[in-house]
């Protein structure tokens, strides 16, 4: 167990709907990130936060928008969502912001978009 | 544009065999080469971490291999097991940054 907690583990949606994952990071850790896992595209890069501040962003799209909160949970938040956005999402959080911090892993949300 | 690519997608290894899975890499600025581990409804776990200053990391039956002028590292499992059934992705980044750019991922099945 990675420490790291996701919810919802699962979450089936139509097309054009707006969709909230949320992300609560080990004890302690005060950097997230979010990565999108899809068939087509693997496992990619879409936005950090640390202590509440956005650090970098990767291939988001404009409709989603994330956010870290003064208790360090992070929410991903998914608008007028389209089939292709079907796929795995993690959250991962770390201690600080440097490489020389290990990610962990949460066990992701499976989005499906019908 | 794909940053790491790695090799092959799928591996089948008998019990007690080797695993060797390469990944190669485009931007000379990555400075930190991990390895994760999947295991299916998980998310990866990190594995092993390499750094372009030495060419070879081991921790256990796992081994990292890295040729700096070639772009290239790998990831070998010795004496494979049937737990070590899973899909390995490699990654890369750089600067002081964790924003990890992964391979496209191998699934490894070891046989009994």
């Known amino acids: 167990d990675s420490g790291v907690t996701q919810t919802p583990k699962h979450l089936i949606t139509a097309t054009g709907q707006r969709v909230t994952l949320r992300c609560s990071p080990r004890s302690g850790d005060l950097s997230v990130y979010w990565y999108q896992q899809s068939l087509d595209q693997g496992l990619q890069f879409l936005i950090q936060?640390?202590?509440?501040?956005?650090?970098a962003k990767g291939n988001i799209l404009e409709r989603f928008s994330a956010q870290q909160f003064p208790d360090l949970h992070s929410e991903l938040n998914l608008s007028s969502l389209e089939l292709g956005d079907s796929a795995l999402y993690f959250c991962?959080?770390?201690?600080?912001?440097?490489?020389?911090?290990?990610?962990?892993f949460g066990n992701g949300t499976r989005l499906t978009v019908t | 544009q794909q940053q790491v690519k790695q090799s092959p997608q799928s591996l089948i290894v008998q019990k007690g065999g080797i695993s060797i899975i390469n990944c190669a890499y485009e931007n000379t600025a990555f400075d930190y080469f991990p390895w994760y581990q999947q295991f299916p409804g998980k998310g990866p776990a990190l594995l092993i971490a390499?750094?372009?200053?030495?060419s070879e990391k081991k921790e256990g039956r796992f081994t990292i291999s890295f040729n700096k002028s070639a772009k290239q590292f790998s990831l070998h499992i010795m004496d494979s097991q049937p737990g070590d059934s899973a899909t390995y992705f490699c990654a890369a980044s750089y600067d002081a940054g964790n924003m990890l750019t992964f391979g496209g991922g191998t699934r490894l099945m070891v046989k009994p």
């Open positions: 936060y640390y202590n509440g501040e956005e650090r």
């Open positions: 390499i750094r372009p200053d030495v």
């Open positions: 991962a959080s770390s201690v600080d912001s440097n490489r020389n911090s290990p990610l962990h």
